[in-house]
């Protein structure tokens, strides 16, 4: 049974248009930047195991996963072809609107790894894919959602973006908690200003939850 964390008031996002619509053109640029990048990676190198099936929803045409591993499979999943069609770690792939529908085409307990990187953000129904991602990991199975204090706004829910990113994380927590997994580990990193004359901007901050199916 699948336990509901929002109301119908969170669900809610400024631009409430098809997602398929805005995702039309191909982005072939990076949301994030070249240190959450490497710490992402360094990361899936510490996490997952070798020769395990990885799938990648919402993603786009990089996974950010480590080229000196090796996969039994990676799956992807995302909202536009052409992206999807560049990543060349994918085996496969298909276009699905998780805000419509949230039933993954794939067999049960056929996946060991579930990644999502700057795309919980965007869901409306988290609660229903969270236990449908339960239902495809294998036993011992792991959920990795990262994120930063990136998004298109008008494109996130309510929840996200009137919530602190401290809100979120536990936001993310109740969610994957109440509907198939343990408590998670989660991996905080903030990236001191630059002090480079052509950039004073922060760098982007990362969040990672990483979880076991219960």
């Given amino acids: 049974m699948v336990l509901e964390v929002l ?6 996002k400024l631009d409430e248009s098809n997602d398929e619509e ?34 990648d929803l919402m993603s786009s045409w990089d996974s950010y996963l480590p080229k000196e591993k ?11 072809k ?11 792939y298909w276009k699905q609107n998780f805000n419509l529908n949230q039933e ?15 795309a ?9 894919l969270t236990k449908e991602i339960a239902r495809i990991l294998s036993n011992q199975g792991k959920i990795m959602i990262a994120f930063s204090n990136r998004a298109f706004w008008h494109k996130a829910p309510n929840i996200w973006t009137s919530s602190t990113e401290e809100e979120r994380i536990k936001y993310v ?23 480079n004359i052509f950039n004073f901007l922060n760098k982007d901050p ?9």
């Fill in 7 to 12: 109301n119908n008031y969170q669900r809610k």
């Fill in 22 to 55: 805005f995702y039309s053109d191909p982005k072939f640029v990076y949301h994030l930047d070249a240190n959450f990048r490497q710490y992402l990676s360094n990361v899936y190198k510490n996490e997952i195991a070798d020769d395990s099936t990885v799938l």
């Fill in 70 to 80: 090796t996969y039994k499979k990676v799956i992807g999943h995302g909202l536009n």
């Fill in 82 to 92: 052409q992206e999807l069609e560049k990543n060349k770690i994918f085996d496969s």
């Fill in 104 to 118: 993954i085409p794939l067999e049960s307990g056929t996946v060991d790894y579930c990644l999502m990187v700057a």
């Fill in 120 to 128: 919980w953000q965007y869901l409306q129904y988290p609660e229903n």
């Fill in 173 to 195: 927590r109740k969610v994957l908690i109440t509907n198939g997994f343990n408590e998670p580990k989660i991996i905080k990193k903030f990236n001191e200003t630059s002090l």
């Fill in 206 to 214: 990362f969040y990672c939850l990483i979880a076991t199916k219960e």
